[in-house]
């Protein structure tokens, strides 16, 4: 009898419609390996589903966990970054329903960025046993335990938040944070997962899409010393701690990637990769020394980025870095924590594109100190920066962010599905503004998507740097517009 099963929740459909079908990336779950990794070497049996990758819906989800039989069921509700975490509670949520409608159906856990910020509402309203507070590994095990031996002395499990005899709910302790990320966060359990039905981003091999698969993403730290008020990365850590892997430990896991799997394209999870640059430096010299082609990319700031070492990086293979543009107004930028100048944006854009690295913009639309003007200058600098991929994104009121803090004391209005914080699903809702409607930021957001990636300038640039099948790629991709219920309502 298998001891525990970790699942991906997966509902690729809801959260980015038709995109989802060949455009959207498939990433492996990193949370699901941290945690494997970290049961393997106490020798707990385990499987993984990725529910996800395999495109399981909530019935062949719990017809898997019928057949297994484990001990505990642990939803693992991370996506594959910060802000995914919410819309990743759609599968979780389904998935966790239909296992609970099982004869004998296991004790379910569920973690993840999302039910740390929100734990208590969390145990209230989703098919679940216990919810954890924090990254999960410790509470975990603890809770195994406890049901390998029959006690469930539940208070003595930190980090797990449950209810009591009399319907009152206790929050535990958080665990401490895993110190040695090498030593018990390695994740080094790839034969668990189901290697071949991973892909990059579309945009990730431009000039080559044939090169999306085999596909991996690896981490070399763990949130992010950062306060943007937008973003939730630190809601399983509870302070904004910053740790990373040694630079040795990353590079042998590249290197087994591509010697037992083939792969060659890669993404840096990190939510801030190009930061601590003895880190960085350790890192690129390291990849470079294996002497293969390598295509990776990785976030980075604005304000982290140092003109002398671009060469190493993309020397290193890093062919994209993805920045945080955020907006094309100064004031509304230093209201969302992002304190760089409009002039020093368009210089490292054009420092990075100048070594041989691309750079996918992210903007965002509806930030509280938005108008319509200012959110006309954001599209107005992408359309000028002419970045080789730009991401648009309306703004969210994430649960464990200081936004959505601020929006609950505000009473400004709130998805009423977890799945209306996706922002690509058909029930998005983004946040109001002072001046700016949540169907205004949407509208805005969805016509400026179109109006970039429409834009002959940026069309010829890509015919240039990558060729004519990707401009048709891109312009074929552009004809998918998504339905929206705020914008579009069906009776």
Known sequence: MTDIVLINPGARKEIYQDLGNDLTAVEPPLWCRLIGGYLRDRDIEFEIIDAEAECYGPKALANCIAKINPKLVCMVAYGHQPSASTQQMVGAGAGCKSIKSLKNAPPILIVGGHVSALPEQTLKEEAVDYVCVGEGVITIVALYEQILEGKLELDTVPGLVWMNSSGQIIQNPRANLVQDLDKDLHGNVWDMLPMKRYRAHNWQCFGALEERQPYASIYTSLGCPFRCSFCCINAPFEVNRYRMRKPGSVVSEIQMLNKKYGIKTFKIIDEMFVLNYRHVTAICEGITALKEELNFWAYAR??????????????????????????????????????????????????IQSEGIHVIGNFIFGLPDDDESSMRQTLDLAKELNCEFANFYSAMAYPGSSLYHTAKQMNWPLPKSWGGYSQHSFDCLPLPTEKLSSEKVLGFRDEAFHEYFENPRYLGMLAQRFGWDTRKHVEQMAKTRLRRKLLHPVS
């Open 302 to 351: 604005v304000d982290t980025v140092k003109t002398e070492f671009l060469g190493m990086l993309r020397k290193a293979g890093i062919r994209w870095l993805a920045l945080g543009i955020e907006s094309g107004s100064t004031h509304v930028r230093d209201g969302a924590e992002k304190s760089f100048d409009t002039k020093e944006i368009k210089s490292i854009v054009r420092d």
